[in-house]
Nanobody, 126 residues
Framework: QVQLVESGGGWVQPGGSLRLSCTTS????????IAWFRQAPGKEREGVAC????????YYATSLKDRFNIFRDKAKNTVYLQMTSLKPEDTAVYYC???????????????????WGQGTQVTVSS
């Protein structure tokens, strides 16, 4: 069965770095795009980054592209989100989701998700 499991979250001080992992099973990353989302308390879901299945191209929210990096290890069926220069505003639950279609990394709508993980908490504070 298809599964996605996030890990790597935790507490970090402002300015610190954190790497999140999305470990997948039941499918190959060559055929499905993977996106990272986040949701902070009281806010709606926000698209963070996406890696395209066909060529590994990366897409980011405009405000995050200078600090976040998404990459994959196909042999390990894992997609990573490297976060640097973290700010308190980055505090949220981070989710990964499998997305389908040619526009999987061009839109952030929930209808594009067919599987997702349970999330991992990231807290940035002093």
């Amino acid at each position: 069965q298809v599964q996605l499991v996030e890990s790597g979250g935790g507490w970090v001080q402002p300015g610190g770095s954190l790497r999140l992992s999305c470990t997948t099973s039941g499918f190959a990353l060559d055929y499905y795009s993977i996106a990272w989302f986040r949701q902070a308390p009281g806010k709606e879901r926000e698209g963070v980054a996406c890696i395209r299945s066909s060529d590994g191209s990366a897409y980011y929210a405009t405000s995050l592209k200078d600090r976040f990096n998404i990459f994959r290890d196909k042999a390990k069926n894992t997609v990573y989100l490297q976060m640097t220069s973290l700010k308190p505003e980055d505090t949220a639950v981070y989710y990964c989701a499998r997305r389908t279609g040619v526009q999987a990394c061009l839109t952030w709508g929930a209808s594009g998700d067919d599987y997702w993980g349970q999330g991992t908490q990231v807290t940035v504070s002093s």
